[in-house]
C-alpha cells in the first residue's frame, strides 16, 4: 500500500449547509450503544475499498473503542458529525485533535448510500464548525487512488502537505 497523504486545509467559512446531521455533542446514545453502531457503520463503508484491511466486525468494534478513548487524541465532538437513518449511522467525519492539531481520523459513508454527496456535507458542517474556533488549519490523511475522496478533499479546498507527521509537526 501507498504511504498516506497528509492534506490540510485553512479554516475559513465554506458555503452553508443546511444542518442535516447531528453532532457527538447532540447526541442521545450512550457510548456503548454508539460505538457499536459505529463499527457497523466502518466495516461497511470500508469492506472492500482501498483502506480495507481485512478487518472484521469485533476489530472494528476495537478499532472505534480505543479511537473514543483517545488512541489518536480526544475525540473534538463539537466537530465530528454523523447522520444515522432507520436505525443505522449512514455516513460520518470524525475529528480528533491528534498531536495539537485537527485531524479527521474518519470519513465514511454506507455503499447504500453513496453518490448523495453525504460526505461533501459532512465535511463542510465540519469546516464550518471550526471557523470560529482557534484553530487555523484542518488535517486528514487520504490513500492515494482513493479517487473519490481525493476528489471530494479537493473540492473543498485540500492540498497534500506531506506524509511524515513528524516533519509536519515541526515547520508548523
Known amino acids: 500500500?501507498?504511504?498516506?497523504?497528509?492534506?490540510?486545509?485553512?479554516?475559513?467559512?465554506?458555503?452553508?449547509?443546511?444542518?442535516f446531521a447531528d453532532n457527538f455533542l447532540s447526541s442521545s446514545e450512550n457510548q456503548v450503544e454508539l460505538n457499536?453502531?459505529?463499527?457497523?457503520?466502518?466495516?461497511?463503508?470500508?469492506?472492500?475499498?482501498?483502506?480495507?484491511?481485512?478487518?472484521t466486525l469485533t476489530d472494528w468494534l476495537i478499532e472505534v473503542r480505543e479511537a473514543f478513548q483517545g488512541k489518536y487524541g480526544p475525540i473534538m465532538k463539537e466537530h465530528s458529525f454523523y447522520i444515522?437513518?432507520?436505525?443505522?449511522?449512514?455516513?460520518?467525519t470524525v475529528v480528533a485533535l491528534f498531536r495539537g492539531v485537527p485531524l479527521v481520523i474518519y470519513?465514511?459513508?454506507?455503499?447504500?448510500?453513496r453518490g448523495r454527496g453525504l460526505a461533501k456535507k459532512l465535511l463542510m458542517n465540519m469546516l464550518n464548525?471550526?471557523?470560529?474556533?482557534?484553530?487555523?488549519?484542518?488535517f486528514l490523511v487520504v490513500t492515494p487512488g482513493n479517487l473519490p475522496a481525493e476528489i471530494i478533499?479537493?473540492?473543498?479546498?485540500?492540498?497534500?502537505?506531506?506524509?511524515?507527521?513528524?516533519?509536519?509537526?515541526e515547520s508548523t
Do not use: C
Request: charged content about 40%; overall charge negative.
Open 1 to 19: 500500500m501507498s504511504e498516506r497523504v497528509i492534506m490540510s486545509k485553512k479554516v475559513e467559512k465554506v458555503e452553508t449547509v443546511d444542518r
Open 84 to 92: 444515522k437513518e432507520e436505525e443505522r449511522i449512514i455516513a460520518s
Open 107 to 113: 470519513v465514511a459513508v454506507d455503499p447504500r448510500d
Open 129 to 138: 464548525s471550526f471557523y470560529d474556533s482557534i484553530y487555523q488549519d484542518v
Open 153 to 169: 478533499y479537493k473540492q473543498l479546498g485540500f492540498e497534500g502537505v506531506g506524509i511524515n507527521w513528524e516533519e509536519l509537526l
Open 36 to 55: 457499536k453502531y459505529f463499527a457497523r457503520h466502518f466495516f461497511d463503508a470500508f469492506k472492500g475499498t482501498i483502506d480495507d484491511e481485512g478487518e
